[in-house]
């Protein structure tokens, strides 16, 4: 049984002994069980009871049937011992000093590191952390949570990959260190490749540098009238993207192994979309630690001045697209002009420009013209 269908038994026993408020007492019985605060309880309606914790409820209803008391009164009772201290206090001073450890090695956003950490190891949703405090952190926990702390702070691992997961678009992904973290900017790039699968009927899309699948898989969710195919040339990413796809199940979105179109002689697409490695080599060396020494240096740079992949896909993707198909970029902060005109030599009609949340020039929309 799940914590919604306990919640449902419990309250139909109560009301079967005529007490007037059994859905509450039913929820202030199984919050304590599960150490949450009730506010909370049915974000977790799936969740499942362990086999002692259903027999802890099951004690409670039956002594508070069987006494004719409600909970409250219950937690007065001699014969049944129940955990009434409040350790808010503690734990937020326990999340404090994790935020300050975080801080003291140069963590960008310490307390809302140490936030996304504790929700983690304390199984709760980070916007209502602090609802749950006035219950004791276990030990082993605690031991958890500083494994943690250590790895984000004195080791400058990344969140994300502490996680294991992280959002996009609205959609969870798996990450690791095998494909490169999903950043906010890139969902600019979605946006506008969505506008043009719109008008667009049945159309078939190439993700070129697919990674964690985030860019293939958030459109085959937002546009499930395309085709859409992630290509990768790191069996390690497609591992990931294709955990991804079913994690999200979508149906739409296929992976292949490719180095850029070469798994992909005679096939026509209707919209070519990649945000490639374009970190030019001597910026990659001053990149932070976070990155530097735990994303994948494959997903960030050419080893080169950052723009060997923009080239040789505009260069290409002529061949690969139907008439009128469209080819869209991610770029870095300062090479829009150069791509720009890297598309333009190479067939295509330049329709925009996009800047990011920044104000930065981030997406370069074409169309590939008439002529080719």
Same mark, same amino acid.
């Given at each position: ?7 449902? !038994? ?7 002994? %005529? !007490? ?24 977790? !309606? ?8 259903? #027999? ?5 209803? +039956?002594?508070? &049937? ?16 129940? #955990? ?18 975080? +801080? ?9 590191? &140490?936030?996304?950490?504790? &929700? ?54 798996? @990450? ?22 719109? #008008?667009?009927? $049945? ?10 699948? $985030?860019? &293939? ?9 395309? *085709?859409?195919?992630? /290509?990768?040339? %790191? ?26 179109? %070469? %798994?992909?002689? *005679?096939? +026509? ?47 290409? /993707?002529? *061949? ?5 198909? !469209?080819? /869209?970029?991610? @770029? ?12 333009? #030599? ?27």
């Amino acid at each position: 049984m799940n914590l919604l269908e306990i919640l449902n !038994f419990s309250k139909e026993y109560l009301q079967k002994y %005529s !007490f007037s408020k059994p859905r509450l007492e039913s929820e202030k019985v199984i919050s304590n069980v599960l150490k949450r605060d009730s506010i909370t309880l049915y974000a977790y !309606f799936d969740m499942e009871l362990s086999s002692e914790q259903k #027999e802890k409820v099951k004690t409670y209803l +039956k002594e508070m &049937a069987r006494k004719r008391i409600e909970f409250d009164e219950l937690l007065k009772s001699e014969d049944i011992k129940v #955990e009434t201290a409040n350790y808010r206090d503690e734990n937020l001073e326990l999340l404090n000093k994790s935020a300050e450890y975080l +801080k003291k090695y140069g963590v960008t956003s310490p307390k809302l590191d &140490a936030e996304y950490i504790f &929700a983690h190891i304390l199984d709760v949703n980070r916007l209502t952390l602090t609802l749950n405090f006035n219950k004791k952190i276990e030990e082993e926990k605690k031991e958890k949570i500083r494994e943690y702390l250590k790895l984000r702070g004195k080791n400058r691992k990344p969140l994300q990959y502490l996680l294991g997961e992280w959002e996009f678009y609205g959609y969870p992904f798996k @990450v690791d260190e095998r494909v490169l973290i999903p950043r906010s900017d890139t969902e600019i790039l979605v946006e506008q490749c969505k506008i043009i699968l719109n #008008e667009l009927e $049945a159309p078939k899309v190439l993700d070129i540098g697919t990674g964690s699948g $985030a860019i &293939a898989i958030s459109l085959g969710k937002e546009c499930t009238h395309s *085709d859409i195919t992630g /290509a990768d040339i %790191s069996e390690g990413a497609l591992e990931v993207a294709k955990a991804n796809g079913e994690l999200n199940k979508v149906e739409n979105v296929k992976f292949i192994k490719s180095d850029v179109f %070469s %798994s992909f002689k *005679d096939m +026509k697409f209707d919209l070519i979309v990649s945000n490639p490695p374009y970190i030019p080599l001597e910026e990659y060396n001053e990149l932070m630690p976070e990155v530097l020494n735990y994303e994948p240096s494959s997903a960030l740079t050419d080893n080169g001045n950052g723009y060997y992949f923009y080239s040789k896909i505009s260069k290409e /993707a002529c *061949d690969y697209l139907n008439e009128g198909g !469209f080819l /869209a970029f991610e @770029v870095g902060y300062n090479q829009a002009e150069f791509v720009k005109e890297l598309m333009e #030599e190479n067939g295509f009609d330049v329709l925009s420009i996009v800047k990011d949340y920044g104000g930065i020039d981030r997406v370069v929309i074409g169309k590939k013209s008439g002529d080719k």
